[in-house]
């Protein structure tokens, strides 16, 4: 089953422009968490916000969360050609397993 | 640091026969995730495990077995390889099973990409 699912599904930016991606989820939650993936490779956790955080910086990033409106936003700032990847968000299940949303597939060209 | 690691990174194999994946992860995890991972599908999980020798049915466990016989190592088995199960396999390992919501970390292998003919 999957709660979150990323808004846009895909991202076309240059290089310096600031990235965008939105996240909506189903249920209650006690942190969410954005992961990054490389083409064909495994998942990179980039940023857990917890349900009582509203807005979370690390580097280039910024997520906020908005409890009321179950949704999440993933910011990066000053793009590079290596931020191109797919990114996820993803909630906590029942059973301690992470439930993905899609993906926002972002490409940034130099 | 961290590490999870996958046997293979890339796998061909035939129709019917019996595949092994295997995950090793050096960080004393209790919890450890198979998920496979298809384009318009997302990330599905599989199988998962909180302990040596336990096991628990994720989404999606049809045609699949796992075996955790050491608290490092989670394997997954295809009995009889189908080509429906060509696709992306990640591991992943974390923390403290029903305290996920505290806020642990799943770190990822780099993913076995099995292709069955």
């Known amino acids: 089953s999957q709660q979150g699912e990323e808004d846009p599904q895909a991202l076309s930016i240059q290089e310096g422009e600031n990235a965008t991606m939105n996240c909506s989820y189903k249920?209650?939650?006690?942190?969410l968490q954005w992961y990054r993936q490389n083409s064909g490779r495994g998942l990179v956790h980039l940023i857990l916000i917890r349900s009582n955080e509203r807005e979370k910086h690390s580097g280039r990033l910024r997520v906020t969360l908005d409890t009321s409106k179950k949704s999440s936003s993933l910011l990066i700032t000053a793009s590079r050609a290596a931020d191109t990847a797919s990114y996820f968000c993803?909630?906590?299940?029942?059973?301690?397993?992470?439930?993905f949303g899609k993906g926002t597939k972002l490409s940034v060209k130099p | 640091d961290v590490k999870v690691t996958q046997s293979s990174r890339y796998l061909v194999k035939r129709t019917g026969e019996k595949v092994f994946l295997e995950c090793v992860q050096d960080?004393?995890?209790?919890?450890m995730f198979w998920y496979r991972q298809d384009p318009g599908l997302g990330l599905r999980l599989i199988y998962f495990?909180?302990?040596?020798?336990?096991?628990e049915k994720g989404d999606i466990p049809e045609g699949y077995s796992v075996s955790r016989e050491k608290k490092e190592r989670f394997s997954l088995i295809l009995e009889s390889a189908s080509t429906n199960q060509t696709s992306m396999y990640l591991c992943?390992?974390?923390?403290?099973?029903?305290?996920?919501?505290?806020?642990?970390?799943?770190?990822f292998g780099p993913g076995t990409r099995l292709l069955v003919l």
């Open positions: 960080m004393d995890h209790e919890n």
């Open positions: 249920t209650s939650i006690n942190n």
């Open positions: 992943a390992s974390s923390l403290l099973f029903g305290k996920a919501g505290e806020g642990e970390t799943q770190y």
């Open positions: 495990s909180y302990d040596v020798k336990m096991k």
């Open positions: 993803a909630t906590i299940g029942s059973q301690g397993n992470l439930i």
